[in-house]
């Protein structure tokens, strides 16, 4: 707002004012968190001379990509097809009526980084624009052309097989780096969703490949500077394969699914370590992320203070960390945090990015200090330094609250409560779907997608939700259920499951448009159709969608649900082993398809009872539920359709004695009353024995 441009919203005005005024579209795709938005932000967008060539030229667009990813995911195509570069910020040029004809990411000020300045890209476009505006308007339908085929899969439906599984799981094992632990080389993305299908494809096959793969790639994640050392927490990704220096800004959702990905390798490995980093997540996540008042996560904390800061907040010269401790936790503090005169950050080589460089073990021994006063010395550094850190300016906290990635976090909170005995997440997650569900949900207008803005004067826009955000919460309510066995959360799940049917399923072809049908008018390339199936870097839409419509078919026994999935699933399954590690939900959603849900249904209460809702807990698989009902709870109108015709019957519920039941296949057999006889028929079910 404070800037010279005269900026306009997405919308009918400015497309008005385009046509009106015969001129080109400037559109600014960015982002809170984005470090090079910013940078771009100040250097040209702040720039009078800059601005007034943009106010006389063009109309210019500011979009915000996490308000409106439907935009940003067309225009990325676009931009991508042109100059081979996507990300943020994008900047593309549009005709009057937003079909992109030219575009890149960051322009400088001045030629530089073997690019054109800014100012003369405007001029030539601009030029362009008018003195050759056949080219432009046969490059722009050339582009328009790339962003429909992007997002075609004519031809490549097939029925989905669990070779698709296999062939997924092979593409992401040839990617793993033995060394450092990821998938391919530098810039390193975590890939949650493949480390999820890898946690799950080694439970069901005993494979210790699979295992050292997500292990390896866990532990060295977490020890690296990618982790926060100080408050725990991740960063969006490492710009090296060492996972050491990392791109600063710390995503909600990088965050939920990473989460997820260190409780179920607790629940596989029974490491601490584990979890002990998802307890870190869930602390960082509670004190900078979360409305305590009311519920609800934060989208995002920036990387950085100003242009000329590369992650300071976070990082230490020597100097710094030997200002706030004493000489001997510096002394250990540095060797096991790898601080020194020089450290890691181009812009001042003096910072130090914290990350585990030598083992308390390895300390020990070179000091000649006993492990014990090691361990106490490293603690009360850490509490010193992450003391004096607070005391710095700190970068901003994005505190808009979006439905899809509420939702995303509200699964992992859930997941962290129940297998670590966090009582306290599992209360903030209830109170957040709860949030989600009074504040952005309702039968007429279906689901907002975003539910609160950091600027309140904001809160006029109400921006309908995307496919992502049904999908999301529809898993998060039956999330929800199955932590609370309270029926309301399941006919949340079914009725917002519903409304993502009828809005977004495509009845001719099968699978789901990322936009509601029949959304009013779409301007520039909106009515594009996409049917988003990569992670990117979120859980693919059609995937999760898949998944939820499976989960409700086994409490529902309502084909409906599996047919609609199955439909979903078909239209990528002729090339989905192409795409590799990155529709690892798509292969996760397979898991669902093709291998029978398990529902494990803990009867009563008492020790007996805590005891065999722990051996329930225990193995980790993704077509798993675990649900724990009092006996007053075990009748029909209690229960889901499919539960009800079975629950009810079973011979303990009559005798009140506590015992858990495996159903799968919409039957249940007898049950169990041993935790160990449980955690062995557990493993029998999943597809593990021993």
Known sequence: MHQPIQWHEWGEEAFAAAQRENKPMLLDIGAVWCHWCHVMDRESYDNPEIAQIVNQRYIPVKVDRDEHPDIDSRYQIAVSSISGQGGWP???????????????????????????????????????????????????KMVEGAIAHAESFAGKNATFTPAIIDAIVKSALEMFDPVNGGFGSAPKFPHPSAIDLLIDQYVRSGDEHLRDVFVTTLEKMARGGVYDQLAGGFHRYSVDERWVVPHFEKMCYDNSELLKNYVH????????????????????????????????????????LSMEDDGDYFTWTLQEAQAVLSEEEARVASLHYDINETGEMHHNPAKNVLYVRASREEIARRLSLPPQQVESLLNSAKKKMYAARLQRPTPYVDKTVYTGWNALSVSAYLAAGQVLGIDAAQHFALRSIDRILAEGWSMERGLLHVLAYSDADADLRRIPGVLDDYAFTVVACLDAYEAT???????????????????????????????????????????????PFQDSPTPAGNSVAAIA???LYSYTNATTYRDKAEQTMEILAGVAGQYGLFVATYAMAGVHLSQPHTQVVVIGEGELADRLFQAALGPFSASKAVLRLAFNKAVPQNLPPALAETIPQLPVVQAEKPAAAICSGFACQPPITSPEQLAAALRQAIGRSG
């Open 485 to 531: 066995s309270d029926l309301s959360y399941f006919s949340f799940a079914r009725k917002i499951a519903d409304a993502m049917l009828s809005r977004f399923f495509d009845p001719v072809s099968g699978g789901f448009f990322d936009r509601e049908i029949g959304e009013k008018k779409s301007l520039g390339v909106l009515g594009t159709p996409r049917k």
């Open 90 to 140: 994008l900047t593309a040029f549009l005709t009057p009526d937003g079909k992109p004809f030219y575009g890149g990411t960051y322009f400088p000020p001045d030629d530089h980084y073997g690019r054109p300045s800014f100012k003369r890209v405007l001029l030539a476009i601009s030029d362009a624009f008018r003195d050759k505006h056949g080219d432009v308007v046969d490059q722009a």
């Open 265 to 304: 390798a607790y629940q596989v490995t029974g490491s601490e370590f584990f979890a002990s980093v998802a307890r870190d997540i869930v602390r960082w996540m509670d004190e900078w992320l979360s409305d305590r008042e009311r519920g609800g996560f934060y989208a995002s904390q920036d990387a950085d």
């Open 549 to 551: 419509l499976m989960r």
